[in-house]
């Protein structure tokens, strides 16, 4: 399985992910208003042909099961080599960002409960890298691509970190994002405007939903690269808030099998996160209850371009 698995992510798939993904071209200034519209807004454009390869793969993923998914870099070139980086951004945003765009129903019990774990553990094979190594280093796209190109990039390189319910995780999101947040503020000369109110933002477990409620401010000049990574780096930091209080995403429990405590109820209430169809949670509570998982595509058009 694991080497038909090898065989259907080609690089050619890999590279079209990328492109969904970003759809930008890479070596002239980028827009950043429209980037923040398509990152944010989770839009995007399919070629034809390309969502029943995506499936394939996924639903070839979904009966390995995860102790028994090999390494995932292995589907990949040697990591010194110079396609390595895109490629593994391909796979990253197969596992991490396919699931999040086609699954519905019942189907989301494998985004919460299995491809997010496994995309994390591709970040961390990716972060166990030498420095040089790591895919999402700037010195292996400099000269290839812009640095606007590049942002877009390196925040996809770190979502899954930031998607992992585990303080572990969600410390290692703060520190990567810091990274970009810093390279940025070198580039540009300029200075973050979120460090200031800082420390507070990080106690409040309401601030992620009001961030996101409230969107990226976009200035009447148009938005700028550093406004745009600012404002992200913000908002991957404030998830870290809602772990570190509840030790995981109470939006996760229902797709995990976890029993939600009094102030998770509360909490999901006050955010908006607490509503799910009365028959999705008796057909995740029988499966739970069997010991089973309804298999992927169930509920979800596993054909569709």
């Not at 970003?22 to 839009?43: K, Q």
């Not at 877009?152 to 810091?178: K, L, M, N």
Request: hydrophobic share 40%; with cysteine.
């Amino acid at each position: 399985m694991a080497h038909d698995l090898q065989d259907l992510t080609t690089p050619a798939l890999l590279n079209t992910i990328v492109d969904i993904m970003i759809p930008f071209p890479s070596t002239t200034p980028l827009d950043f208003t429209a980037i923040a519209t398509t990152i944010i807004n989770g839009a995007r454009h399919f070629p034809p042909g390309i969502k029943p390869q995506i499936w394939t793969i996924l639903i070839a993923l979904s009966k390995l099961g995860l102790p028994n998914t090999p390494p995932l870099t292995t589907f990949l070139p040697p990591p010194a080599s110079p396609p390595f980086p895109r490629l593994a951004l391909g796979l990253q945003l197969l596992l991490d960002q396919m699931p999040r765009r086609l699954f519905r129903g019942i189907d989301k019990r494998w985004c919460a409960a299995y491809f997010d774990p496994l995309a994390v553990r591709f970040a961390q094979e990716l972060d166990s890298l030498p420095e040089e190594q790591k895919p999402w280093a700037w010195g292996r796209w400099e000269g290839k691509v812009t640095m606007d190109y590049y942002i877009p990039v390196r925040i996809w390189f770190g979502t899954p970190f930031v998607h992992c319910d585990t303080v572990a995780s969600q410390e290692r999101a703060v520190r990567y994002f810091d990274e970009v947040r810093t390279l940025v503020e070198g580039v540009t000369g300029t200075t973050d405007p979120y460090r200031q109110g800082r420390e507070g933002r990080m106690q409040d477990v309401y601030v992620m939903f009001k961030v996101l409620e409230e969107g990226v401010p976009i200035p009447k000049e148009g938005l700028r690269m550093e406004g745009f990574v600012y404002w992200m780096c913000m908002l991957m930091d404030v998830h870290k808030p809602v772990v570190d209080r509840f030790g995981r995403y109470p939006t996760k429990n229902l797709y995990a099998g976890r029993e939600d405590t009094e102030e998770e109820k509360k909490w999901m209430e006050e955010v908006g996160r607490g509503s799910i169809a009365v028959d999705l949670r008796e057909r995740l509570r029988l499966d739970f209850e069997q010991g089973v998982w309804t298999d992927l595509g169930v509920d979800s058009d596993v054909n569709l371009d």
